[in-house]
């Protein structure tokens, strides 16, 4: 059974940056594509970034193109996510989860595992 774990969540200030961290367990991660998602409180939760299985392909949210990275070690079997120039509106809890084996999904209902979350929130 795959299990996620999610770190590096936090406090910072506006303009700040934080690495999110998730951490796959089993065998298979490097045939699947990850996702980052996240959820503020009375939101649904919403898509921020996913990378294929590969790496070579990764998309993101309009909201945050420009000051978010995702990245992948499948060796180390760890997605990244790194937060550039954070706003409060990214205040959230963080989610990684697994993907479909081909391309990239903005959609969760193509995740089928997920982490239990990490909180970030951005002071103004």
């Known amino acids: 059974q795959v299990q996620l774990v999610e770190s590096g969540g936090g406090l910072v200030q506006a303009g700040g940056s934080l690495r999110l961290s998730c951490a796959a367990s089993?065998?298979?991660?490097?045939?699947?594509?990850m996702g980052w998602f996240r959820q503020a409180p009375g939101k649904e939760r919403e898509f921020v970034a996913g990378?294929?299985?590969?790496?070579?392909?990764?998309d993101y949210a309009d909201s945050v193109k420009g000051r978010f990275t995702i990245s992948r070690d499948n060796v180390k079997r760890t997605v990244y996510l790194q937060m550039n120039s954070l706003k409060p509106e990214d205040t959230a809890v963080y989610f990684c989860?697994?993907?479909?084996?081909?391309?990239?999904?903005?959609?969760?209902?193509?995740?089928?595992?997920w982490g239990q979350g990490t909180q970030v929130t951005v002071s103004s």
């Open positions: 989860a697994r993907g479909p084996s081909v391309g990239v999904s903005t959609t969760p209902e193509n995740y089928n595992r």
């Open positions: 089993g065998r298979t991660f490097s045939r699947y594509a």
């Open positions: 990378i294929s299985w590969s790496g070579g392909l990764t």
